[in-house]
Nanobody
Framework: QVQLVESGGGLVQTGGSLRLSCAAT????????AGWFRQAPGKEREFVAA????????YYADSVKGRFTISRDHAKNTVYLQMNSLKPEDTAVYYC??????????????????????WGQGTQVTVSS
C-alpha cells in the first residue's frame, strides 16, 4: 500500500523546536519531489516548504523562512521538517505530500496543493504562548 506517514508532532512552548518526519511506504521516495503543508482551524491548507527530488533544492514560505528546514534521506525513504523558534501562529495540522518527478535534473520544486498527488494523514503541532 502506497502511503505517507507523518510523525513528530506535539505540544511545545513558544521558541521551542520540533522535527517532523514523513516516511514513505510502498513507493520509492527518491523518485518524488516532496513538500510540507499546514492547516490551522478555520483556514485553508497552506504551503510551508518544498524539496526537490534530488534534495538539492528547497523553498520556503516567507512565514517560516529562516526558522524551518526541509531535508530528506533517500536511504531511509523519509522527508523531514525541522522547526525552530516556533510561534503560536505555527499551530496547525502539518501534512506531508509527494509527487513523481521524472525531470532529468530532479531539481524542480512544487508549491501548489494541486501539484501533489499523494498526501499523509497529518500530524498536529501546537505551540503554546
Amino acid at each position: 500500500q502506497v502511503q505517507l506517514v507523518e510523525s513528530g508532532g506535539g505540544l511545545v512552548q513558544t521558541g521551542g523546536s520540533l522535527r517532523l518526519s514523513c516516511a514513505a511506504t510502498g513507493l520509492t521516495f527518491s523518485s518524488d519531489a516532496a513538500g510540507w503543508f499546514r492547516q490551522a482551524p478555520g483556514k485553508e491548507r497552506e504551503f510551508v516548504a518544498a524539496i526537490s527530488r534530488s534534495g538539492g533544492n528547497t523553498y520556503y514560505a516567507d512565514s517560516v523562512k529562516g526558522r524551518f528546514t526541509i531535508s530528506r534521506d533517500h536511504a531511509k525513504n523519509t522527508v523531514y521538517l525541522q522547526m525552530n523558534s516556533l510561534k503560536p501562529e505555527d499551530t496547525a495540522v502539518y501534512y506531508c505530500a509527494a509527487r513523481e518527478d521524472y525531470s532529468y535534473s530532479g531539481s524542480f520544486l512544487y508549491t501548489a496543493r494541486r501539484e501533489y498527488a499523494l498526501w499523509g494523514q497529518g500530524t498536529q503541532v501546537t505551540v503554546s504562548s
